[in-house]
C-alpha cells in the first residue's frame, strides 16, 4: 500500500473552524439545531463541530450520535457481521434542524442509511450534511451543505481519516492498493 498525507492537525482544524462557521451563518445562529454524527469518525467530527461553535458563538449546540449498523444495504454481502455502537439521541429531533455529520462522503450510501435511522428518532424540519472529506464517485444523489475538503480519488484509491480521539495524530491520508 501506498500512503500519502493530505491534511494534518493544524489543517484539520482550520477546516473544522470553517466548517462551523459556515454552519452558524447558514442558520443564522444556532437555535434549533442539533448536529448529530454518524458512527466512528463522524461522531468526533461532530463533537469538534460542537466545540468550535462554542468557541465561536458561546452558545451550547445539541450533539447526538447515530448508529446505522443495521440499516445499511450491504448487511447481506458483508462477510462480518457489523459492529453495532450506541446511538445517543438526548432530544427530541421533531421540527429541528439536523446537521448530519460523517468523516468522508463516498457512495452517499453510509448518508441514506443514516436519514432513514433519522426517521426513527422522529421528523426533522431539515437535515443538512457536513463532511470532513468528500472524495466524490456518488452512486445516490446526495450531496453535503458543508465540505471541509473536496478530494477526488480514484476507485483504486482509499482515503483514511485518523483523529487523536482513536488514533496516534489527527491526519488524512490517500491510501493507494499497490505495491511498495
Known amino acids: 500500500m501506498i500512503r500519502r498525507q493530505l491534511l494534518d492537525e493544524h ?15 447558514r442558520n443564522h445562529g444556532c437555535e434549533g439545531v442539533c448536529i448529530v ?3 466512528r469518525a463522524g461522531v468526533y467530527v461532530a463533537k469538534r463541530l460542537v466545540d468550535k461553535i462554542r468557541l465561536i458563538e458561546g452558545v451550547d449546540v445539541a450533539v447526538a450520535s447515530l448508529d446505522i449498523s443495521f440499516y445499511r444495504d450491504d448487511l447481506n454481502r458483508r462477510k462480518s457481521h457489523p459492529v453495532v455502537r450506541k446511538t445517543e439521541m438526548p432530544i427530541d429531533i421533531n421540527d429541528k434542524k439536523i446537521i448530519l455529520v460523517d468523516d468522508v462522503l463516498f457512495t452517499g450510501r453510509t448518508i441514506r442509511a443514516a436519514m432513514d435511522a433519522l426517521n426513527d428518532f422522529g421528523r426533522p424540519s431539515e437535515i443538512q450534511l457536513a463532511v470532513l472529506i468528500d472524495r466524490g ?16 480519488t480514484s476507485r483504486s484509491e482509499n482515503i483514511k481519516v485518523m483523529l487523536k ?16
Open 165 to 180: 480521539e482513536d488514533a496516534d495524530a489527527d491526519m488524512v491520508l490517500v491510501i493507494r492498493e499497490g505495491d511498495d
Open 137 to 152: 464517485h456518488r452512486e445516490l444523489p446526495i450531496r453535503a451543505d458543508y465540505v471541509g475538503k473536496n478530494i477526488p
Open 11 to 25: 489543517d484539520i482544524a482550520r477546516i473544522l473552524s470553517r466548517m462551523a462557521h459556515e454552519i452558524i451563518e
Open 37 to 39: 454524527g454518524i458512527h
